[in-house]
């Protein structure tokens, strides 16, 4: 059995585990790092789960209270074949591989994955021409299985598709799987493996960055050794290269804001309709999601980089998302939505998957332009910087035998697997017939189960990807508060002070009423 | 009819609605009654009115004279009228699937684990909750903490925690006028109410009975879009050009039933309104389907829906004797 990593948070309230807070760098041993990973996004968290087979000493730093809590937690939740990917680019290349890898990842991982197939449709003269071409480019791409469809065909395998259709493309292998649990099953077996996680920790500045033996400055004022660094920071990459003087590169977010639509409303679509993609964009797809429910999305909405407003989601652009997708989709404009939200591309103007080793500083690897494809393709990114820290950087890698690379049995997502679905699961445990989140019906068994699993979450926002209480159609009116006092009691931490993703953003303020 | 049934009637929901129904049933004869409750106790939404020296009376008696109590007092009055039958309440139990024709419910505890119960007829009275932002169309924006709807205020005030100092209302319904008068009295500011209507929808009586504990400055507009502002906490909204300032916003309000296991059970209902199609007798679009109650649509008080429960029952137990 290998040792576990050193889990540790940035300044939490007084209340939490001692053992979790990030006091002083003595406890971190005084070993440099051999890699450190900055940014704990899905490909953070990949690349840390792929170096965690080896005998190295790896850190995963980030500035979020959870792994996964940026750019990743917003996006369509799809993993892609890159049958639409730019030929013959990285891109391409990462993403077609990760696709054929991700179905049997998932299964090591425990997260959910459900093969739904894809149909890109052609709902006019033009878009009906454009037809051959995307089928010739996922031809290149390697996506040899995908069909061109007649409109008929597409119908009588989508009943509910626009009348307008003309045609289509089937892409079988396009599936359906969660962002959430990924990051966060990436990170927990790292973890096991050994990988020091430091979460809610800036990187301001790298100290002696010329120099074999590197120092990360934190925003808490901590110093960390470090041989290598690995920039991963998505829509920080840009203002981190800059701290370590990396290549200029300038990331543009291109927002993406999404509609979700409930479950149980009976919408009628089994596979993900795509739109003719642009050079811009994939264009707003109609998905059913994994979690039951039917997603809209995205838009396509660039903004310079000091936009502040850039997570934010706006009536107008929602409403024109609504319009477009119905395109597809006509009874889309029957179906109830339940939740909007804002994901945020970070795109690169200098090229998509920007990669440069060395950046201008020895072992220092800068990843910019992880676009959307980022999530299907974050396994074989990871195993491919994992090829450039061993050629350009002198990574030695030498395997671990002790490893794990997957999950054990348990760690399948309660609302995936349900527990009290066998009645001795309940009697071994009660808490797992008590329904916490009406909507969802997750259980308090279900969310004491991730506040003892190894990330230790214990914010509101952190619970509710892992376990989905208060993603439905509530959103949290009847659960909130019954899920923060159930992290209040069983973490011992006062009930003001519980958060909705770390410290600033608790749930009261401290006045404590009189009547 | 088929004696092999668990219960004669299942009722969904131990609110007002759903005590009313038993009540009357009970009183006429039929003993055999089941009612699933999800939270810890009976009452509904009545029984997180707290109780409270100096605190809001916000449920009126009408039965009595339209005087002022407060819900966990009407919610202790439904309690007692269940405590002097032999009624079985579930309490903490889930109801998670039902079976239309075979007029079953599935719900689960975690002392019995999941469970399937059947019966002759079924009520469903599970009330209401309120819109959440994107149900809304209007409201968007960011996504702070401290934005929260009524029902968790309401869950924060058990544990006497009040977690807005300086608060902003979206909303202006009874319910919001409530929140506001609640709000003021535990310590909080005057709150603002916004909402995109020329006029609160809290009738003036009512907005004058709150006015002896707090004056709100209401602002109504008729704007396309509310954006919600904030980084960590909401510090305000704006709309049609304006800002207002605030610490902590409560969205209030605006209604909609709590009819998901309609829909699960392939029972008629209208989207996006969520109200379930019924003929006059409350009875849903499969024979020995029944609702009662804020399931029904609109905006209720306790005593409305007790009544109406009573109503429905009624036509539950015409339809016994004919089935019979």
Redesign the interface.
């Known amino acids: 059995m290998s040792k576990y990593g050193k889990l540790l948070y940035n300044s939490l309230n007084d209340n939490y585990d001692e053992s979790l807070k990030f006091k002083d760098v003595a406890q971190l041993d005084d070993t440099p790092y051999d890699v450190a990973i900055v940014g704990a996004g899905i490909v953070g968290s990949a690349l840390a789960y792929k170096l965690s087979k080896y005998k190295l000493k790896v850190l995963l730093i980030e500035k979020n209270y959870d792994v996964g809590e940026g750019t990743s937690k917003g996006s369509s939740a799809i993993i892609h074949t890159g049958f639409d990917a730019p030929v013959d680019t990285l891109e391409s290349e990462l993403v077609t591989k990760a696709a054929l890898e991700w179905p049997e990842l998932a299964e090591k991982l425990k997260v959910p994955f459900k093969n739904c197939e894809a149909i890109v449709i052609a709902i006019d003269e033009e878009q009906e021409k454009q037809l051959d071409k995307v089928y010739d480019k996922g031809i290149k791409n390697g996506v040899i299985d995908i069909q061109k469809l007649s409109a008929d065909e597409v119908k009588k395998l989508e009943p509910n598709v626009s009348e307008k259709v003309r045609g289509g493309v089937l892409v079988p292998r396009e599936s359906l799987a969660d962002p959430f649990s990924s990051s966060t099953a990436f990170s927990e077996i790292a973890l096991q493996n050994g990988t020091d996680i430091i979460l809610g920790v800036e990187v301001t500045d790298v100290e002696n960055k010329s120099e074999e033996i590197k120092s990360l400055v934190t925003a808490c004022g901590k110093k960390i050794k470090t041989k290598r660094i690995v920039n991963v920071a998505g829509l920080g990459s840009e203002k981190f290269a800059k701290i370590y003087g990396g290549e200029n590169f300038d990331t543009n977010p291109r927002r993406g804001q999404f509609l979700i639509f409930d479950k149980h409303s009976g919408f009628e679509i089994s596979r993900i309709f795509l739109p003719i993609p642009t050079a811009k964009t994939k264009g707003v797809l109609v998905s059913p999601t994994i979690f039951g429910n039917l997603l809209a999305g995205p838009t396509a909405e660039d903004y310079p980089h000091s936009f502040e407003a850039i997570s934010e989601t706006t009536t107008e652009q929602l409403q024109l998302l609504k319009e477009g997708a119905s395109k597809l989709y006509p009874k889309l404009n029957e179906q109830p939505v339940i939740n909007i939200f804002a994901g945020v591309r970070s795109n690169c103007t200098q090229g998509s998957y920007w990669i440069r080793c060395n950046d201008n500083s020895p072992g220092i690897l800068t990843v910019a332009g992880v676009r959307s494809t980022g999530f299907t393709s974050s396994p074989a990114l990871a195993q491919y910087l994992i090829g450039k820290l061993h050629d350009e950087l002198g990574l030695n890698l030498e395997e671990n035998p002790d490893a794990i690379d997957s999950r054990p049995e348990n760690k399948w997502p309660g609302w995936w697997k349900r527990r009290y679905d066998n009645k001795e699961l309940v009697k071994e445990n009660p808490d797992n017939g008590k329904v916490v989140c009406y909507c969802e019906q997750i259980t308090k068994g279900d969310v004491i189960r991730h506040l003892d699993s190894p990330l230790k979450p214990r914010t509101l926002d952190s619970i509710k990807r892992r376990t989905r209480a208060q993603m439905g159609r509530c959103q949290g009116f009847d659960c909130m508060v019954n899920i923060a006092k159930i992290i209040s009691d069983h973490c011992e931490i006062p009930l003001k002070e519980i958060s909705k993703r770390g410290p600033g953003t608790e749930i009261s303020s401290n006045l404590t009423s009189n009547n | 009819m088929n004696s092999t049934k668990d219960y004669k009637v299942i009722i969904i929901g131990a609110g007002p609605a759903g005590i009313g129904a038993a009540m009357k049933l009970y009183k006429s004869g039929v003993k055999s009654i089941a009612i699933i409750e999800?939270n810890d106790r009976i009452g509904g939404i009545p029984s997180f009115y707290k109780k409270?020296?100096?605190?809001v009376r916000t449920f009126m008696r009408w039965s009595r004279g339209g005087y002022p109590v407060f819900g966990q007092d009407f919610a202790k009055w439904l309690e007692k009228l269940i405590s002097d039958t032999n009624i079985e309440v579930k309490l903490?139990s889930?109801v998670?699937e039902i079976d239309a024709k075979g007029k079953t419910v599935t719900f689960?505890?975690?002392?019995?684990?999941?469970v399937n119960i059947s019966s002759d007829a079924v009520i469903m009275a599970s009330g209401s909750?309120?819109e959440?932002?994107?149900?809304r169309?209007?409201?968007?924006?960011?996504?702070?903490?401290?934005v929260?709807?009524t029902?968790?205020l309401l869950?924060?005030?058990r544990?006497?925690?009040?977690?807005?100092?300086k608060p902003l209302i979206i909303g202006s319904d009874t319910i919001a006028y409530a929140a506001a008068a609640k709000l003021k009295?535990?310590?909080?500011s005057d709150p603002i109410i916004v909402d995109n209507r020329n006029t609160p929808t809290c009738p003036i009586h009512e907005r004058l009975y709150f006015r002896f504990w707090t004056n709100p400055s209401f602002h109504g507009f008729n704007a396309?879009?509310m954006?919600i502002k904030g980084k960590?906490?909401a510090t305000g909204v704006n709309v049609n050009g304006k800002h207002f300032d605030c610490?902590?916003i409560v969205i209030s309000g605006e209604l909609i039933p709590n009819s998901?296991m309609a829909?699960?059970g392939n029972l008629k209902v209208n989207?996006?309104s969520?109200i379930p199609v019924i003929n006059k007798d409350n009875q849903l679009s499969e024979s020995g389907w029944y609702a009662a109650g804020n399931i029904l649509g609109g905006f209720h008080g306790a005593e409305w829906c007790y009544f109406n429960g009573k109503r429905t029952a009624d036509s539950v137990l015409k339809y016994i004797s004919k089935s019979l």
């Open positions: 999800r409270k020296k100096g605190g903490d889930q998670l689960v505890n975690s002392k019995d684990g999941k909750r309120e959440n932002i994107a149900e169309k209007w409201l968007a924006g960011a996504r702070p903490s401290r929260m709807y029902k968790q869950n924060l005030d544990d006497d925690l009040l977690p807005i100092k009295a535990a310590g909080a396309d879009t954006e960590e906490t610490d902590g998901e829909l699960v989207i996006p969520r």
